[in-house]
C-alpha cells in the first residue's frame, strides 16, 4: 500500500500542470473584434514561376497606350474543335483594319467553354502567329486563384504579352479576398482586371483598385458598370478601357477612357478603330449603335456568333449551350449589314440569312 501510495504521489508531481481558466479571459475573447487573418496567408512557399528575361517582354506601360482591344471570337469545326484556319483569317482581318490587340479566350472567345489545355494552346498559337504585329492578352482569370496562377504562369510561359483577371465569380469572396487573389496573380506581369457585375454577381469597389494599383504590373481596368466609374478611375491616373461597345464613344472622348476592349470589332474593326482614334464622332457612333444593340439583345457571344455565320467567316458550329438567333433575328442583321454597307463588315462574302438546318450545335468535343 506504501508502494502505491508514494507512486501515485510522483505521478501527480509529474503531470503538466495547466493554468486555471479565467472568467473574465474568456468575456474579452468573445467580445474582442475579429480582424482578417492576414498573418495566416504565406506567400512565399510557392515563388511565382516567372522570367525576368526582358528582352522581348511587354512592359504594363505598353499596354496602357492601347484603344483597340478586340475581343476574338474562337471559331470551330462541325465536330467542335477549333477552326485554326478561320482563326487566323479573323485575327489577320483584325491587324489589317487596325485592332492594337486581341483579347483571347475571354467571354467573347468562350474561354468558359474550353479545357485549359485548348485555352493555353490558343494563346500560345495566337503568340506564334501574330504576335509581332498585334498585342496578345490571355484571359487566364478564374474564380479559383490556385487555376489563376497556374493558367497565368502558363500564359507567360508562351509568350502572351498581358494576362486578363475577373474577381472570383459564382463563390464569391470577400473585399480582403479580392485584394489576396488579384495581388497572387499581379506579380507575373502586365495584368488588365476586368469588373462586369453582371456576370459575376459582385462589383469590385474602386477602394480595391486603388490598393491593388500599388502593383507596377497592373495595366488597367476594363469596366463594364458605366461612364460614371470610369471617370472616378481616370481622374485618378488609373488606365480604364470600357467593357461597354454602346458607350465606349462617349467613355473615350468625354470620360478618359484610354479605349475599348471590344466585342463590334469583331465584325466592324475599321469603323471601331475610327471611333477610337478619329475624335468625337457622334454620326458614326449613332450609326454603330443600332448593330451594338443586335449583338447584345441575347448574351454575348449568341449574337456575334451568329452574325459571323452569316458572314461565312466562320462556319454555323456552335459549342452548346450557345444557339443561333432566331431567323427573325437573322433577318434583321441582312438588313443591318444592308445599311451600314457590306464593305464595311469582315470578310468577301454576301451575308445571308442561313436557314435554321445550316447551324451545328456541338455538345462533345
Not at 465536330?79 to 490587340?101: C, K, P, S, T
Not at 479576398?177 to 469597389?205: A, E, K
Not at 497592373?218 to 469596366?223: H, N, Q, R, S
Amino acid at each position: 500500500m506504501a508502494i502505491l501510495k508514494s507512486y501515485s504521489l510522483r505521478l501527480r508531481e509529474s503531470t503538466p500542470q495547466f493554468p486555471r481558466p479565467n472568467l473574465c479571459d474568456n468575456y474579452k475573447r468573445r467580445n474582442a473584434k475579429w480582424t482578417p487573418p492576414q498573418a495566416a496567408v504565406i506567400p512565399n512557399i510557392h515563388l511565382p514561376m516567372r522570367s525576368f528575361e526582358v528582352k522581348n517582354r511587354t512592359s504594363a506601360e505598353d499596354i496602357k497606350s492601347l484603344r483597340l482591344i478586340t475581343a476574338i471570337k474562337t471559331p470551330y469545326l462541325p465536330d467542335g474543335r477549333f477552326d485554326l484556319e478561320a482563326y487566323d483569317a479573323l485575327v489577320n482581318m483584325q491587324i489589317e483594319y487596325g485592332a492594337e490587340a486581341v483579347l483571347v479566350g475571354g467571354t467573347t472567345g468562350e474561354g468558359q467553354l474550353m479545357s485549359w489545355d485548348e485555352h493555353i494552346m490558343l494563346i500560345g498559337h495566337t503568340v506564334n502567329c501574330f504576335g509581332g504585329s498585334v498585342k496578345v492578352i490571355g484571359n487566364t482569370g478564374s474564380n479559383s486563384t490556385k487555376e489563376a496562377i497556374h493558367a497565368t504562369e502558363q500564359g507567360f510561359a508562351v509568350g502572351m504579352h498581358a494576362a486578363l483577371h475577373i474577381n472570383p465569380y459564382y463563390g464569391k469572396t470577400s473585399l480582403e479576398g479580392l485584394i489576396s487573389h488579384f495581388n497572387s496573380v499581379l506579380p507575373m506581369g502586365p495584368t488588365i482586371i476586368y469588373n462586369v457585375p453582371s456576370r459575376t454577381g459582385q462589383d469590385i469597389p474602386p477602394h480595391i483598385i486603388n490598393s491593388v494599383a500599388e502593383s507596377p504590373n497592373l495595366a488597367g481596368i476594363k469596366e463594364c458598370v458605366g461612364n460614371g466609374r470610369i471617370e472616378q478611375y481616370t481622374g485618378n491616373g488609373i488606365v480604364v478601357w470600357s467593357g461597354n461597345d454602346d458607350q465606349c464613344h462617349d467613355a473615350r472622348w468625354s470620360h478618359g477612357a484610354t479605349g475599348v476592349i471590344s466585342v463590334t470589332s469583331n465584325l466592324v474593326p475599321a469603323l471601331m478603330r475610327e471611333l477610337m482614334f478619329g475624335g468625337k464622332n457622334t454620326a458614326l457612333n449613332a450609326k454603330l449603335l443600332p448593330l451594338i444593340d443586335w449583338l447584345f439583345q441575347e448574351p454575348n457571344p449568341v449574337g456575334l456568333n451568329t452574325a459571323l455565320a452569316q458572314l461565312g467567316v466562320v462556319r454555323p458550329v456552335f459549342r452548346l449551350p450557345y444557339v443561333p438567333l432566331p431567323l427573325k433575328k437573322r433577318v434583321e442583321f441582312v438588313n443591318l449589314v444592308k445599311e451600314i454597307g457590306r464593305e464595311n463588315f469582315v470578310g468577301k462574302k454576301y451575308v445571308q440569312v442561313l436557314d435554321d438546318d445550316d447551324f451545328i450545335l456541338v455538345g462533345r468535343y
